[in-house]
């Protein structure tokens, strides 16, 4: 499975600093310690998905110079531009399609194999395809070498599924298309389920979709963000993001969606963890604002927001906005206080510089900031990090806005 992921994927930037390296000469303690901080405290709840979760090997799927980072709920690289998920966001992922033991599963982007094994033991068979040719390869070799005997791989444009194979009960898509591939709308049966994420390059939601009556019902689960869906996907792709004129979307906050649980979230923040749209007639800008809360140092209290930018074209970033803090104070570790942190990659997704604006510390009322945070000249993509960052206290925060500055 790919996401993000270049979020998540985008890499490391979903822990407030670099973690430390974890021994794996007893990697199930691990997983099961990942699972129950990470993906049971997070809301999953499927007593065979938790269990598949627990017994998987990630470390297998990732390159040895990664396999220390492994039971973080992180995106980790796997080469070729591409990442590893978070696990969390396969646990909820495999979790919405409610997977059933004669279950014929379909998933688009392979990328190291890590969503096809988990996905093993809790249906009949899984269909997986990766474009990257040399990704399917390792991933193949991987699958083959672990013992995954329902798991069937192949080379190929997601875009068009796998007409063969097909129907499929389930359908994962880990790569987002700007609208769902008509193709995969058709090798679904009627009745089956698929999750993908659909939208705009970097303002993206996940959907979990019925069949019915040879229609798509959608239900938004929440705001996301994954690698795009290349190939045909791609050449259909009307709106496209403009890196010479890099922006925020909602940084007000007054566009939210209903997640699953018909709680609000605000469209085009991603990953967030114990984050509250909260409605005030004293916000700074409009009627809403998001507040952080967190009583347990070092736990991820976070959202993300990814976008475009082209270094060669923009030499600073301009972010002006409002901050509130209550009782603000370190987590577990010394680093670990709230900023507004911007992390820039180049064209490959590897990290090209950091940026952060901060720390906010103890209490104060409303007050507006701003910044002037230098671009690298080979920053191609970036992720701006808002939250407590594994301090503890409750931040505030209203009306981002961003704008870059001409070389």
């Avoid at 699958?143 to 997601?158: E, F, P, Q, S």
Wanted: hydrophobic share 40%; proline share 7%.
């Amino acid at each position: 499975m790919r996401t993000y992921l270049f979020l998540f994927v985008a890499a490391l930037v979903l822990l407030p600093q670099a973690p430390a390296a974890q021994p794996l000469r007893d990697w199930r303690k691990l997983a099961g310690r990942m699972v129950d901080e990470e993906i049971v405290a997070a809301g999953v709840i499927n007593e065979r998905v938790i269990r598949a979760m627990r017994e998987t090997p990630r470390h297998e799927f990732v390159p040895a110079n990664q396999r220390q980072f492994a039971y973080y709920d992180m995106a980790l690289p796997i080469g070729n531009g591409q990442t590893i998920s978070p696990p969390f966001i396969v646990a909820s992922m495999t979790e919405a399609i409610d997977p059933k033991p004669g279950d014929r599963v379909l998933e688009i982007g392979t990328g190291s194999g890590y969503q096809a094994a988990v996905l093993s033991p809790l249906v009949r068979n899984v269909y997986t395809i990766e474009i990257v040719e040399p990704l399917a390869k390792r991933a193949t070799r991987t699958l083959k070498r672990l013992d995954y005997k329902n798991v069937h791989t192949r080379a190929g444009d997601g875009y068009q599924g796998w007409a063969k194979a097909a129907p499929f009960d389930k359908i994962i898509v880990t790569c987002s298309p700007e609208k769902v591939p008509q193709p995969l709308v058709d090798q679904l049966r009627d009745g089956g389920l698929m999750v993908i994420p659909v939208g705009e390059r970097y303002q993206q939601t996940l959907y979990l979709m019925r069949k019915t009556d040879g229609k798509l019902k959608s239900e938004a689960l929440r705001a996301t963000l994954f690698v795009p869906m290349t190939g045909e996907a791609e050449s259909k792709r009307v709106v496209k993001p403009d890196p010479k004129n890099p922006q925020l979307t909602n940084g007000d906050f007054e566009d939210a969606i209903n997640n699953k649980d018909g709680k609000k979230q605000p469209h085009g923040w991603h990953y967030q963890r114990q984050m509250t749209l909260k409605a005030s007639s004293t916000a700074p800008q409009g009627q809403q604002y998001v507040a952080f809360q967190n009583d347990e140092p070092g736990r991820g209290c976070h959202a993300l927001q990814g976008f475009a930018i082209d270094g060669r074209e923009v030499s600073q970033l301009q972010l002006v906005f409002w901050v509130r803090a209550n009782d603000i104070r370190p987590g577990a570790q010394k680093e670990e206080w709230p900023r507004i942190v911007v992390t820039f990659y180049d064209d490959r997704r590897a990290t090209v510089g950091e940026e952060s604006v901060g720390p906010f510390v103890g209490s104060f009322d409303w007050r507006e900031e701003s910044a002037q945070l230098p671009v690298p000249l080979r920053a191609r993509e970036a992720i701006l990090r808002i939250g407590l960052l594994g301090s503890v206290g409750e931040l505030s925060l209203d009306d981002l806005r961003m704008r870059g500055s001409d070389r």
